[in-house]
């Protein structure tokens, strides 16, 4: 798909370069608190890992890329159904297992589960979009919410009652993008989770009906 100059279209491992740090950039400080232990195991590296293998939430199969006119990576998203979660899930701990190693993984595997109290795992009538990031330079052009409408054309009006997405409270240029696209918060979560490498804030459940 085209639209206004940018090109819309499945990711490849090829992008990795690109779409991990885009990826990477939709919250930074969440991810960082789940899977940066320190060293080369910071959470792009991991992200790089789980990009790579393809499968899962954080897989290239996923995630959708926008191009410019030049055939730049300059943004990256992900939109699921529901009914994929408790396949991203194993696909989910095995990564983590191999990249950390059976020690380490245990305590990454932890701080997920306590993250998914605050962003929690979409349901499964529902298409979830997530990992939304605009490269920083190019960001208040209305890319952003092109992504979005890109990614919510694959909902299936006869599987999917809803659209929703998480959004970080302190991200209210974000909010005020999802709410121009009909989305409206449903749930506000909030956040004690925390650590040395980072934290996650609250957040607020976003929703709007499969039609629109």
Do not use: K
Not at 46 to 52: E, I, M, P, T
Not at 57 to 73: K, L, N, P, Q
Not at 95 to 123: D, M, N
């Amino acid at each position: 798909m085209a639209e206004g100059g940018l090109t819309f279209r499945a990711a490849s491992p090829a992008d990795v370069g690109e779409a991990v740090p885009l990826i990477y950039s939709s919250g930074p400080a969440a991810f960082d608190y789940v899977f940066d232990t320190g060293g080369t195991r910071s959470a792009q590296a991991f992200l790089r890992f789980a990009y790579l293998h393809g499968g899962g939430e954080f897989g290239w199969r996923t995630h959708r890329i926008a191009e410019d006119e030049g055939r730049r990576v300059i943004a990256a998203g992900a939109g699921f159904d529901g009914r994929a979660v408790p396949g991203f899930t194993l696909a989910g701990a095995l990564q983590i297992f191999r990249f950390y190693g059976p020690i380490r993984a245990w305590g990454v595997i932890v701080r997920g589960l306590r993250t998914e109290s605050i962003i929690r795992p979409p349901r499964p009538e529902e298409y979830y979009l997530c990992h939304l990031g605009v490269q920083p330079d190019l960001r208040g052009r209305g890319i952003g919410t092109a992504l979005v409408r890109d990614l919510l054309e694959r909902i299936d009006t006869g599987r999917h009652r809803r659209a929703t997405l998480d959004v970080a409270a302190t991200n209210p240029r974000a909010q005020a993008l999802y709410e121009r696209l009909g989305f409206a918060v449903t749930a506000l979560r909030s956040s004690a989770l925390q650590n040395p490498r980072g934290r996650v804030a609250d957040h607020y459940r976003m929703s709007r009906g499969a039609g629109g």
